[in-house]
């Protein structure tokens, strides 16, 4: 099908930039504990007893605060402004 003259490694170049671009991109938001911990915590926060009705709408207000930090914060690849969105998960993590 092809020559030996490396048109076969040719052909597959694209393909191989391709999947180490898409590794690359992919790989912050894996590393990111903030990405896994939000929704367990959110998830930890609703199923929480003892709780008065302030103090859950308070912690759930601070924890949606902090979503839209780490949100933007991956968005724009801001590092100062993703550790300050996961010390607000590690303060309400700790609020119960």
Known sequence: ???RTGHAAA???PAALAIL???SLATPALACRGTEDYPSVTAR???ASGLSPERRAALE???AEGRVMHDKAHASGDEALMR???GVLDEVNAGF
Do not use: C, E, T
Request: aromatic fraction near 6%; proline fraction near 0%; charged fraction near 15%.
């Open 21 to 23: 671009l898409a590794a």
């Open 11 to 13: 052909a597959l170049r």
């Open 45 to 47: 926060l609703a199923a």
């Open 61 to 63: 207000a601070r924890l």
């Open 84 to 86: 300050r969105s996961l």
């Open 1 to 3: 099908m092809f020559s």
